[in-house]
T-cell receptor, first 113, second 114 residues
């Protein structure tokens, strides 16, 4: 079945550092890919998404490109802030599996000032 | 709009007790779902519904029941709580569950079963 693998955390960075969180997936068809973010004590909210190969999703300075050849959707940000400290989840949705969201384990990001 | 709301925020149960976690949305979404979040495992789908009167099982349905009598509400019932059901529970909704749709999550219910 479908699956999502994320780099293990926690990831600890200083403010203004460059961020990469790796995400790879396994799917049978052509899934949509998502990054969701969970701030402390809150539910998940969509950060960005891409629905076809080579699409780039972007929001709040974060970017991720849908790479079908490497089955990856890595999250990047050029300069992180303390307010970016959160848990980041990579996820996919595929029509062959009823469009259910399949999540990675999540990566904790801690940004120090 | 309130979005997706969940009650209670936190609950402690004893093994064998029953309870209902409430979920409501005011966005007129057809698709609603329940997930549980456990450390190191991401979110796993428990049950979902594609519209009023229609429900189906997700990845980890055992020990949970759901019903969907209205578009707005999607309660999750634990009939006989077990310590393995200690988790954080999230309800989510989307317009009609399409592959490209954003899902909107509630703030979660933290459940501790002793």
């Amino acid at each position: 079945g479908d699956s999502v693998t994320q780099m293990e955390g926690p990831v600890t960075l200083s403010e203004e550092a460059f961020l990469t969180i790796n995400c790879t997936y396994t799917a049978t068809g052509y899934p949509s890919l998502f990054w969701y973010v969970q701030y402390p004590g809150e539910g998940l909210q969509l950060l960005l998404k891409a629905t076809k190969a080579d699409d780039k999703g972007s929001n709040k300075g974060f970017e991720a490109t849908y790479r079908k050849e490497t089955t990856s959707f890595h999250l990047e940000k050029g300069s992180v802030q303390v307010s970016d400290s959160a848990v980041y989840f990579c996820a996919l949705s595929e029509e062959e599996y009823g469009n259910k969201l399949v999540f990675g384990a999540g990566t904790i990001l801690r940004v120090k000032s | 709009n309130a979005g997706v709301t969940q009650t209670p925020k936190f609950q402690v149960l004893k093994t064998g007790q029953s309870m209902t976690l409430q979920c409501a949305q005011d966005m007129n979404h057809e698709y609603m779902s329940w997930y549980r979040q456990d450390p190191g495992m991401g979110l796993r789908l428990i049950h979902y519904s594609v519209g009023a009167g229609i429900t189906d099982q997700g990845e980890v349905p055992n020990g949970y029941n759901v019903s969907r009598s209205t578009t707005e509400d999607f309660p999750l019932r634990l009939l006989s709580a077990a310590p393995s059901q200690t988790s954080v529970y999230f309800c989510a909704s989307s317009y009609n569950g399409g592959q490209q749709e954003t899902q909107y999550f509630g703030p979660g219910t933290r459940l501790l079963v002793l």
